[in-house]
């Protein structure tokens, strides 16, 4: 422990990269559409299962950024549920994995009608990287339906905004 703060104490401050400048924020009109027809079309939020079927967690890094602060998804109205039967919409990241695909089924079947899915990143979208590998099945689609497909590697926050208007909208 010595050690560390002598060379803390040696070294000083470090220093690192400026601050970035605010910018506008992420598309006002994707945001307040997403609002709209969150309240027109379901009548109430959002519920959100993640599933994440075998990706490498570049995925999983936007969509935590939805949660912050610049995002605020949860006060959009979209919340991420810890249950499948609690579930509107199934979110997918990664190409599924044959360990994952019996997990994957599951979680749908469990989810009440009517159901959204959601391929998130271009490894569920096609298999990505993965295509045509002896672990996986593909993409989302190869086990399940999907309603929405996000592409990117990884898609932007402001892209899944995006995605999941594309998918309410198609419920509606």
Do not use: K
Not at 15 to 27: F, H, Q, S
Not at 34 to 40: G, N, T
Not at 73 to 97: I, K, M, N, W, Y
Request: charged content about 20%.
């Amino acid at each position: 422990m010595w050690h560390i703060l002598r060379r803390v104490a040696r070294v000083g401050l470090v220093p690192t990269e400026p601050v970035p400048e605010p910018g506008p924020g992420p598309a006002p009109a994707v945001r307040e559409d997403l609002d709209a027809e969150l309240l027109r079309l379901l009548g109430h939020a959002l519920a959100v299962r993640l599933v994440d079927a075998g990706s490498c967690n570049g995925c999983e890094f936007e969509l935590n950024a939805l949660g912050n602060a610049h995002y605020n998804l949860e006060g959009r109205g979209v919340h991420f549920v810890a249950s499948p039967r609690h579930a509107d919409l199934l979110l997918v990241t990664g190409p599924v994995s044959l360990h994952m695909r019996d997990a994957l089924l599951r979680t749908y079947e469990a989810m009440p009608e009517p159901r959204l899915v959601v391929a998130v990143g271009d490894c569920a979208d096609c298999g990505g990287e993965f295509a045509g590998s002896y672990a996986v099945c593909g993409g989302v689609d190869a086990v399940l339906p999907v309603d929405a497909r996000i592409p990117g590697c990884p898609p932007s926050p402001l892209q899944v905004l995006q995605g999941l208007l594309e998918a309410v909208r198609r419920r509606g």
